[in-house]
């Protein structure tokens, strides 16, 4: 395979060459390429057993022929670039928000609606991180039973900022108070926005958790009700998850349904950032039923894997399967 990687610098971007390794895919690569934004240009990056040098993104490299080009370098790239590669007839996996709510896009998490890639060549929009592992969570649910309704609170990593969200929080608990990218200091601190807020009072944070979901499980009319909250936690996203189901359940078959989807997993143990930071699942505990089709869960997961560079890499792995 001819692979490339643009935002390779980036936190979700250094993540996909360490999946490489993990994966086992870079001994099938046989041509890898890494671009960044012209600051980033020259820089040496090592995978697997190589060094590979940074370079600068420009037109003309995505007019060349790749099986899958990865983007993670923010929406206003991909908006510029990926249409280019998609006409040279690459495979380009998104990990921004430019595309998810194109029609003509597939929005994809492998586990859920991997047949959207069956004879599929262009742009595949990979989902937002938070709405990622709650989608995962409650698959098999919303299969058996049905979704009515979801509340969900999150407490969002740092990270889910990207790298320089980690270097905020880091300096700020080594004293350096200045507040650069987040509207409050998260030292010790929860901070109850996450994004821009709408005129509607909600945030595009929130607003995406909202229609993703639908598009992912295909239901337009499924009341989705977002909190979206960031905490001062380096690695791993955690969902309190509030949700009403067309049929009855118990709570023993819930957590069968839950673990019915691949990757995700029932853990009765207090899982909590620490546990998850670096692993390739979704965690879910504390299932209760409250009511005649009312259920409550707790969903954590690794934020930059999990809801970033492993369903990239996992789109890759079926797309490669189903082609």
């Known amino acids: 395979m001819k692979v490339g990687v643009v935002g ?22 046989s041509e890898l390429r890494l671009f960044a934004s012209e600051r980033s240009q020259g820089q040496e990056i090592e995978v697997g ?47 921004s928000s430019q595309f998810r709510m194109d029609e003509t896009i597939p929005l994809v998490v492998p586990e859920i609606n991997a047949e959207l890639l069956k004879n599929y060549k262009g742009i595949i929009a990979n989902p937002n991180c938070s709405t990622i592992q709650m989608v995962l969570a409650l698959n098999g649910i919303h299969r058996e039973l049905g979704l009515k309704e979801i509340v969900v609170s999150t407490y969002q990593a740092v990270s889910g900022a990207g790298n320089k969200g980690i270097i905020e929080l880091l300096n700020q608990e080594k004293g350096i108070n200045e507040v650069k990218h987040f509207p409050r200091v998260i030292k010790n601190n929860v ?25 992912i499980f295909s239901d ?51 899982i909590t950032p620490v546990e998850v930071a670096g692993s390739d699942i979704t965690f879910v505990s504390r299932i209760r039923k409250i009511e005649e089709k009312t259920f409550l869960m707790w969903v954590i997961a690794d934020n930059i894997r999990v809801g970033a560079a492993t369903n990239a890499i996992r789109i890759l792995q079926k797309h490669r399967e189903l082609n």
């Open 49 to 95: 057993s190589k060094r590979y040098t940074v370079e600068k993104l420009q037109e003309e490299n995505m007019k060349e022929k790749f099986d899958y080009l990865f983007f993670s370098a923010g929406a206003s790239v991909s908006k510029r670039f990926a249409p280019i590669a998609q006409k040279s007839e690459n495979v380009v996996i998104d990990n």
């Open 8 to 29: 390779a610098t980036g936190e979700v971007g250094r993540t996909f060459l360490k999946l490489f390794e993990e994966y086992k895919l870079i001994n099938e690569i």
């Open 220 to 270: 337009k009319e499924m009341k989705i009700f977002p909190t979206t909250v960031r905490v001062p936690v380096l690695y791993g996203h955690s969902e309190s998850i509030f949700f009403r189901t067309k049929l009855d359940s118990s709570v023993d078959d819930i957590i069968k349904l839950v673990e019915s989807t691949p990757n995700v997993e029932y853990n009765e143990e207090k």
């Open 191 to 215: 901070i109850p926005l996450i994004g821009e807020k709408k005129e509607n009072g909600s945030t595009f944070e929130e607003e995406k958790m909202i229609n993703e979901t639908r598009k």
